[in-house]
């Protein structure tokens, strides 16, 4: 910013769009925005960097970019990005010589940076205004606001920023006279510099700085280092406008040493750059500067020619400067009434919310009589709720009370037949072998029928037993009856040397058969294990209890003979008690079965949601 005075009549120039193509940066920032419409807080501050970049190049563009920042971060109520963008206003009023105005700017937003405790804002905000005191060659205000930046960036460990206060402190100290203070300072800013990120503006300028510190203490090759070393850095970056003052400086380091071939040298490299970069201020000068060198060497026409071409380009910079300015007068008026147009529209929108207001206030109290009203209607549904709840409550534990009492009965049943019944059959069955014994072996008929006794006998205590176990409440649950299930699926496959896989679904976990199911669900499972067994001449048993279609299936695959079931062997395998038991529980059989290819039984019964348990 240290130049930007001396850049000002740039803006506005026929070569200004030239100038704009040189310029990577603003390319960069306008591609940006074009491919990110987006209304928000990133699009402020885009707006804001390409303003401040050409600020240097073209005023009315600048002045554009700042407006549509401005309007957008109000719009965006985002005081961070407000301020920003009153920064741009601040930089374009002092590039015109009007520092008051700038400077009321920079206030401003430095108010709203304090406010939202942005220190990064406020040392930019302290730093710009010692730029504007430092135009005005008030160096001791400048020295006190540009420490009040470097205190700021310290804090917060802002490198760059550390890096352009130590710039502007070694300025500043070197126009006071104060060359070791500046030395020590733009040294050290050196130092910030190469460590800080996107440092391409400032660690050219910290270098011409150090030669410029240099030549005025006349140690010019010292000087034409560090000179070097900034044209390198500024072309590295195509920061053209920085080439061409190292240039400047590089003529001025041999002029003052009276090599004034060397000298021309490089202020025709200054040009070459100027007209390249396409800004007439430039040009100007360095032919004004050049006539200076021609005519110190004696070399009159020279100096005339070089004086008439800076005579013309100076010329036309004060006619277009007139239509630069006539320019900016209309953009500050169109931003001056858009401010009173959004001024006037926030005064009727104070208005209408005032009115909302109104409104929203018998809104509320109408709101708050119709909740009253739903209130007392659903206090009282709430207490017709209560009352059915409480009487499902109590047919609830009622129908438990009954089930309490079922499960008594059926405990009562198991015991009597295991004590009475299942005993007295247990002791016929030892009764007719005893007497059994006592025949002789030609009361062969009698043996016989002794022999079915004793054989009826002990099957019906088995079938009893089966009874008293799926009668006790404890066995309900489909754990225990498929523990039972596969006791005597081991009992009856093993002998026969059948192999048999036995699984039961994970959805099952916890479901309690009805008290209809229990004792059929098994008997039928004992039907098939024992036909299995008998007949099929199996190698390996597949066992499966699952769910589908909220049904409890039973399937069970043998690879056996099978069978025809065209012939009649249906009701001579048992599966005929099989089909009426399903009968009984609603549910469906299914039987595949062919010669040679095994036999697959298929059970369905309804399933109980309500026998499902944690």
């Not at 990064?120 to 730029?131: F, L, V």
């Not at 500043?172 to 190469?194: C, D, F, I, N």
Request: hydrophobic content about 40%; overall charge neutral.
């Amino acid at each position: 910013m240290f130049y930007r005075l001396l850049i000002f009549i740039i803006i506005g120039f026929a070569v200004a769009e030239k100038a704009l193509g040189q310029n990577k940066m603003v390319d960069s920032l306008k591609h940006w925005l074009a491919v990110h419409p987006t209304q928000d807080s990133m699009r402020v501050v885009t707006l804001h960097r390409l303003s401040y970049r050409l600020s240097e190049i073209d005023q009315p563009s600048a002045w554009r970019y700042a407006n549509e920042a401005n309007q957008l971060a109000k719009k965006l109520n985002n005081n961070i990005s407000l301020g920003q963008s009153i920064i741009n206003y601040a930089i374009l009023e002092s590039l015109e010589g009007n520092y008051t105005k700038g400077q009321d700017y920079y206030l401003a937003a430095l108010k709203l940076f304090e406010a939202q405790n942005w220190d990064r804002g406020k040392a930019i905000c302290y730093n710009n205004i010692a730029e504007n005191y430092k135009s005005m060659n008030q160096f001791e205000k400048a020295l006190e606001y540009t420490f009040k930046a470097l205190k700021l960036n310290m804090a917060t460990n802002q490198a760059r920023g550390m890096a352009v206060n130590h710039e502007q402190i070694g300025d500043l100290y070197r126009r006071m006279g104060h060359y070791e203070e500046s030395l020590a300072y733009l040294k050290k800013g050196l130092v910030l510099a190469k460590e800080a990120d996107e440092n391409y503006l400032i660690l050219p300028q910290i270098l011409l700085g150090v030669a410029r510190n240099y030549n005025d203490r006349r140690e010019f090759t010292v000087a034409l280092e560090y000179l070097d070393e900034a044209i390198e850095e500024s072309q590295r970056y195509g920061e053209k406008l920085l080439q061409i003052q190292c240039y400047e400086e590089k003529a001025n380091t041999y002029r003052l040493q009276q090599d004034f071939d060397k000298a021309k040298e490089w202020y025709e490299e200054a040009l070459s750059m100027a007209k390249l970069y396409g800004s007439a201020v430039e040009m100007a000068r360095i032919n004004r500067e050049m006539a200076s060198l021609s005519e110190m060497e004696g070399n009159y026409k020279d100096a005339l020619s070089y004086f008439q071409a800076y005579k013309a380009l100076n010329d036309s910079i004060e006619q277009k400067k007139s239509a630069v300015r006539e320019e900016l007068i209309e953009l500050k008026y169109t931003a001056f009434e858009k401010e009173k147009e959004n001024h006037l529209l926030k005064e009727i929108k104070t208005k209408q919310e005032a009115e909302l207001h109104q409104k929203t206030i018998w809104l509320v109290a109408l709101t708050l009589v119709v909740i009253s009203l739903m209130g007392i209607l659903g206090y009282a549904f709430y207490r017709n709720r209560l009352k059915e709840i409480k009487e499902a409550q109590r047919l609830q534990a009622e129908t438990i009370r009954q089930m309490q009492v079922s499960d008594k009965i059926r405990s009562q049943i198991a015991r009597d037949l295991h004590d009475d019944l299942g005993a007295t059959l247990s002791g016929v069955a030892m009764l007719s072998q005893a007497a059994k014994k006592q025949l002789s072996d030609k009361d062969s008929k009698i043996r016989e029928l002794l022999d079915l006794i004793s054989i009826n006998s002990q099957r019906t205590v088995a079938t009893i037993r089966d009874i008293i176990w799926t009668t006790r409440p404890m066995n309900d649950s489909l754990e225990s009856i498929t523990n039972k299930m596969k006791i005597f699926a081991s009992e009856m496959l093993d002998p026969k040397k059948i192999r048999y896989d036995f699984s039961v679904s994970d959805e099952l976990k916890g479901y309690k058969l009805p008290s209809h199911q229990q004792y059929n669900f098994y008997l039928i499972f004992k039907e098939a294990i024992n036909n299995v067994a008998k007949y099929a001449q199996a190698s390996h048993v597949w066992i499966e209890i699952f769910t589908q279609n909220q049904q409890l299936r039973l399937r069970i695959k043998d690879d056996g003979v099978g069978f025809d079931k065209e012939v009649g062997q249906v009701s001579g395998n048992g599966l005929f008690n099989m089909e009426k038991r399903v009968e009984e529980l609603d549910g469906t059989l299914k039987l595949q079965t062919a010669p040679n290819q095994g036999t697959t039984i298929d059970l369905a019964l309804p399933l109980g949601a309500t026998q499902m348990v944690a």
